[in-house]
């Protein structure tokens, strides 16, 4: 894969997997622009942590919406526009959706999603990052965000297996998928310069990348 042709990139993978970091990484590295969730914007959220299933479905709904406003101008053709590295992926908003709505909530939410999806674009490349729960549970203490303190490692769990299952049948676009337990993109440049080898060797719809002892 040509790095140098691609416009749109998103680095996805469960809370605490490293992806909003390697999304800046990547970004740097292609001098592009960068398109980050702000679940500081959402209101709902921290409500979200201590009370699951009373704001499941307005915190769902807030991102829903605000993925939307932020990925619809790449449908706009550019030729001269810079790259784009972006830390999540609308077609993944179901998933969430699918853990923490009731039925009738879910059935709600489906209908607005499929209204939106036709406005969103595809990326040229997705980049799934992977890891065990004990590394989740880990980086997630160790960052120390306020509202991130109540997720129990039984949701992270739930999450990383609705993650496993998405992406073992995501075919929408070229996906690389990436063991990140034994990676640390921010502060070894090596271990980035290795991934993007990866990315540039890259030519099948669906590839592994995987650094034992790294």
């Known amino acids: 894969m040509d790095l140098s042709r691609v416009r749109y990139v998103v680095v996805e993978g469960p809370i605490g997997v490293g992806k ?9 590295h292609l001098e592009g622009d960068l398109l980050l ?8 959220l921290p409500q979200f942590y201590r009370d699951m ?3 499941a479905l307005p915190t769902q ?8 406003d932020q990925i619809r101008p790449l449908l706009q053709p550019d030729m001269f526009r810079r790259a ?29 999603y499929t209204y939106l999806k036709p406005q969103t674009p595809t990326p040229d490349l997705v980049i799934y990052l992977q ?5 989740l549970v880990e980086r997630v203490a160790r960052r120390g965000a ?24 995501y075919d929408a676009a070229p996906l690389l ?38």
């Open 20 to 28: 909003t970091s390697l999304a800046r990484q990547i970004a740097h």
């Open 37 to 44: 969730e702000a679940p500081e914007d959402n209101p709902f």
């Open 53 to 55: 299933a009373r704001y």
């Open 61 to 68: 709904l807030n991102f829903l919406f605000q993925r939307v």
């Open 84 to 112: 784009t590295v972006a830390d999540f992926l609308f077609d993944k908003d179901p998933l969430f959706a699918r853990i923490n709505l009731s039925d009738d909530e879910f059935a709600l939410y489906e209908k607005i």
């Open 131 to 135: 890891a065990r729960i004990e590394t």
């Open 146 to 169: 306020a509202m991130e303190q109540g997720i129990s490692e039984t949701y992270l769990a739930r999450l990383a297996d609705g993650y496993a299952r998405f992406f073992h049948q």
């Open 177 to 214: 998928v990436v063991n990140s337990d034994q990676l640390n993109f921010v502060d070894n440049p090596d271990h980035l310069h290795l991934l993007l080898q990866q990315v540039a060797t890259m030519r099948g719809r669906r590839e592994f990348f995987n650094v034992a002892g790294a």
